[in-house]
């Protein structure tokens, strides 16, 4: 469960599963919320699962199986991946030096998997591993205006940056530790992580004083990465090759071997992947929402095709509230040049045409905004 659950209660909140946690879907009316987080700032309960890990060894053991380097100093993190093999992605994680411990933040499911895997490999190393899911709560602070709302409750520190650096202080009695977010929504951001049993009193605090914030929940969360060009997880990373992703901001070329290296150097080296990851507006015409409405929108996996020919398919796809419009995502082959494509819908073909991402310009770029060697 949400680790809240009554106070989002009160506001009306939705509920439904995220891997293996439950999570706050809405708070009804999400297309108004959207709007309300794009022209000012939001608050999210973010469904992380965490793993901790301690010990002399610490660094060097999580560096030598990540994708990324690992920082050595306390105060700063990393966006890095774990592979397998083949390449393909098993999860991705941000991993956070806070002195004499690491905090691995990943996707809710997968925290016991990497605990116990980390846990069985350790070996002779100083180094103890250990879920730590329930102990902690994490917020996201989202908008344009959210360096403005941290700075207006946070005590005993200033808002740090850059990305994914962090510092320690207080809001509303309790202690917190606000990490500079890295632009997943398309705003600025931060985060903000406190002990479970202190996240009523920050959660209240974030919402009602200082500077105004709307609560949302991942259904708003999806359709503002969306609109961000963010690749998530669930539906873009999860078994996936990074490159194909453009997701370089993942990627450290120049660090030693670890699990998947060799075929992502590979790839790499090879000049561009198979497939790129592409935006597409759905529909024809000035009046797109005519052609394509909220119950017409095509599903993961859906074909994209040319000429009846299949390039790709769907990712993800939302109703744009900041467009007005049906978006999606889709793997694409990487030549495939053309502007005009179409979709298979439950009812027929639906066209679509190319887009560059982000589709919708906010107060930060999204740090996974695909990149591929070309560019």
């Known amino acids: 469960m949400t680790v809240v659950t009554g106070m989002h209660e009160t506001y009306g909140a939705r509920f439904r599963d995220r891997g293996s946690r439950r999570v706050v879907d809405d708070y009804g009316r999400p297309e108004r919320t959207h709007r309300a987080v794009r022209n000012g700032v939001g608050v999210i309960e973010m469904g992380y ?3 901790v890990i301690e010990g002399d060894d610490r660094v060097e053991f999580v560096d030598d199986t990540v994708s990324n380097r690992v920082p ?12 397998d093999p083949q390449g393909r992605i098993d999860t991705d994680l941000y991993v956070y030096n806070a002195g ?15 605990a116990r895997e980390w846990a069985d490999n350790v070996f002779i190393r100083d180094v103890e591993v250990r879920e730590a899911s329930a102990e902690f709560a994490v ?30 202080g207080s809001m509303g009695g309790e202690g917190v530790t606000v990490i500079a977010g890295d632009g997943l929504t398309g705003e600025e951001g931060y985060e903000i992580v406190c002990a479970a049993d202190a996240a009523g009193r920050v959660f209240e605090t974030l919402l ?16 503002l990465t969306t609109e961000a060009g ?10 996936r090759l990074p490159n194909v992703l453009g997701l370089r901001n993942a990627l450290d070329f120049e660090k030693g ?45 859906a074909a994209v095709t040319v000429d009846g020919d299949r390039i790709g398919e769907v990712t993800r796809s939302v109703e744009s509230p900041s467009l007005e419009a049906p978006i999606a995502l889709a793997l694409v082959d990487f030549d495939a040049g053309t502007e005009s494509v179409s979709v298979a819908g439950d009812e027929g073909a639906i066209d679509a045409t190319r887009t560059p991402l982000p589709f919708v310009d906010g107060s930060a770029a999204s740090e996974r905004l695909p990149s591929y060697p070309e560019a």
Not at 72 to 77: D, L, M, N, R, W
Not at 100 to 114: I, Q, S
Not at 208 to 222: K, Q
């Open 139 to 168: 917020f996201g602070v989202h908008g344009p205006n959210s360096t403005e709302k941290v700075a207006s409750v946070l005590n005993g520190a200033a808002s740090p940056e850059p990305e994914l650096t962090f510092v320690r």
């Open 230 to 239: 963010t690749p998530l997880f669930e539906t873009e990373l999860d078994d």
């Open 257 to 301: 071997c670890y699990v998947g290296q060799e075929v992502v150097s590979k790839v790499e080296n090879r000049g561009r992947p198979s497939q790129r990851l592409v935006g597409l507006r759905l529909g024809s015409g000035a009046d797109r929402n005519s052609d394509v409405g909220a119950d017409r929108l095509p599903g993961p996996g």
């Open 72 to 83: 050595a100093t306390e105060g700063s993190g990393v966006y890095a991946l774990l592979l």
């Open 49 to 51: 699962g965490v793993v």
């Open 100 to 114: 004499e411990r690491l905090l691995c933040f990943t996707p809710p499911e997968r925290a016991p998997v990497v």
């Open 208 to 223: 009602s004083f200082g500077m105004n914030a709307v609560p949302f929940g991942y259904r708003t969360w999806e359709t």
